[in-house]
Structure formats: C-alpha cells, structure tokens
C-alpha cells in the first residue's frame, strides 16, 4: 500500500518561473490538502480539497492553484515562483471530509526558487 | 482566528531522563492530534485525544488534554535516541486544524 505519494522529492527553480507538484494517494481517501513547512513555523495549510471537483483556500493560498479532478490526485501549481515560496510542501490526506483523525503525509517535496 | 502555541521550541535532554512539550489553543478545541516528524521525513501521526481531561498512554509517551479542552501535553519519560525529532500537536475546531510550531527533540548519549 503506497500511501501518499509526491512527486518530485526536490526541485529547484527560477524566479518566475511555473511548475506542479503531484501527489496521489491509494486510500480511497475524500479529503486531500497541501501544507507548506518553514522552519519556525509548523505546518500552514496552502489548499485542501474535501472531494473530486471541490478545492477551496487554506491559510497561505497567494501563488498556489489546485484542481481535483480525481478522488486520487491533488497537484498543486505554482504559478510563477518566487523565492518566498522555497520550502518543504507536504500533501496530506484523511479519510474523513470533515478532517477530525489522522492525516495521512506523503514524504515531502522540497523546493528551493532561486 | 485559532491559534495554537507549542512550547518550548527545543528541548535538549539526557538520554535517560523525562520531558514535556506543552501545546495551548486560543479557542476551545473539539479534538487535539500529536504527530512526529524525525528529522528529514514528514510528520507521522501519534494519536487523537477528544473528551475533556482525557490521558493516554502510548509505552513511554503520555498524553493528556485540558480540562477546559484548550490545552495538551505530550510528556516522555525516559528518553532515548530514536525520540529524536520534532514533535507537533494539531488543535482541530470549526472544521480547520491548526498546527503548533512544534518541539524540537535533541538527545545527548
């Protein structure tokens, strides 16, 4: 049972420039989100998804699209990438749309914008 | 909005002895998450706790919620070198979980 699964596990971009995270995960799982973690200050949530077809705005958003066509794929877009946006991002999944249990994390993804 | 405050940031210890990281909400929680996340991996869950007051108790780790369901504790008695990492408790209310800056754990040999 792979889990959650991102991919890549590190990438490194240009100012400007506009890439896609993936994750996919093999749980069945409606609930979806992508967090971003910086030293110092946990994990704040980007975007989530409670089910195919619905995304909505977490605390961080700016910068960042999403789209759910699937129940088993949320990739995260970044636009046009700026160095603020270096930093570890984490997709996490739970089996529960109303997001009370455990969350699932994938290994992360580690981006760095130059 | 909700707020939840970890502290302290990093705790150094003794291989041997005990520990407490302490998490506290600025609203009233419906239920609190601890998770653990070793140093280069992502964050893993360890438990859920939900009724006021409520302890449990996971071999050397306790962890218990306030009574007014605002606060939590994760105590580790004693250490060892693979409770190394950063641990992180999750404060969920309104449909939203808010994540602490977490405890960093460093053990000395």
């Known amino acids: 049972n792979a889990g959650v699964t991102q991919t890549p596990k590190f990438q490194v971009l240009k100012t400007g420039q506009s890439m896609t995270l993936q994750c996919a995960q093999d749980m069945n799982h409606e609930y979806m989100s992508w967090y971003r973690q910086d030293p110092g200050m946990g994990l704040r949530l980007i975007h989530y998804?409670?089910?195919?077809?619905?995304?909505d705005q977490g605390e961080v958003p700016n910068g960042y699209n999403v789209s759910r066509s699937t129940t088993e794929d949320f990739p995260l877009r970044l636009l046009s990438a700026a160095p603020s946006q270096t930093s570890v991002y984490f997709c996490a999944s739970n089996s529960n749309r109303a997001r009370s249990g455990e969350l699932f994390f994938g290994e992360g993804s580690r981006l760095t914008v130059l | 909005g909700q707020q939840v405050m970890q502290i302290p940031q990093y705790q150094h210890v003794q291989e041997g002895e005990d520990f407490t990281t302490y998490c506290n909400s600025s609203t009233t929680l419906s239920n609190i998450q601890w998770y653990k996340q070793r140093p280069g991996g992502h964050p893993v869950f360890l438990i859920q706790?939900?009724?006021?007051?409520e302890v449990k108790k996971q071999k050397r780790l306790t962890f218990q919620f306030g009574e007014a369901k605002k606060n939590s504790s994760l105590h580790i008695t004693a250490t060892q070198t693979t409770d190394v990492g950063t641990y992180f408790c999750a404060g969920f209310a309104d449909y939203k979980l808010s994540f602490g800056a977490g405890t960093t754990v460093t053990v000395r040999a």
């Open positions: 706790l939900v009724k006021s007051g």
């Open positions: 998804s409670v089910g195919a077809g619905i995304t």
